[in-house]
């Protein structure tokens, strides 16, 4: 079971829109609909923002958008705003009963 | 709004079993369907998933960690609890509990706990 593949770190100007993938394999994101996102500000325990691929939760933000195609999983984050500045991470369901989470993507805002 | 609390020693020597709790308030676990989790943190690393139980008492394990790892639940008592054994320092890390809200085994975790940091140092 391999972490699932995330860019290390993203950038963006306040008002842009970024994206972060998300990796897996037909074991994990290409074969489930039970993909989730979190948000972990420093010293922080992580937030959910997206599950099953593109549903949010109550409270988020509708700046925040999820998506799948194939074996790879996208958050957006639109309208940036300086406190979009955190720690990224994606979760997947995957065979064998498991869950495997993404290596984490850190967000900078310009 | 249920709200999750880690507890448990923060200092193992290499060897020693790790034991942690998580309590759960603002509600009876027994009330609800739900899975609850186990996810830790090594320091400046990114999360791990160490498993799920769910309130009946099956389990979901990673399977790096399955031979050593033990997850129960009391809903008595509203906790459910994490045992790992033989830990090295490669263990050493923050330990989260948190419930998964899809009332399946699907993966998205809230509310969670703060977090315990668990040290293994000889």
Redesign the interface.
Known sequence: QSALTQPASVSGSPGQSITISCTGTSNDIGDYNYVSWYLQHPGKAPKLIIYDVSARPSGVSNRFSGSKSGNTASLTISGLQAEDEADYYCCSYASGSTLVFGGGTKLTVL | QQQLQESGPGLLKPSETLSLTCTVSGGSMSSYTYYW?W?RQPPGK????IG?IYYSGST?????LKSRVTMSVDTSKNQFSLRLTSVTAADTAVY?CARD??GS??????P????TLVTVSS
């Open positions: 989790g996810v990114g999360l791990e998933w799920s979901h394990y990673n399977p790096s989260y809200g899809s085994f699907r993966g998205w975790f809230a969670w706990g703060q977090g």
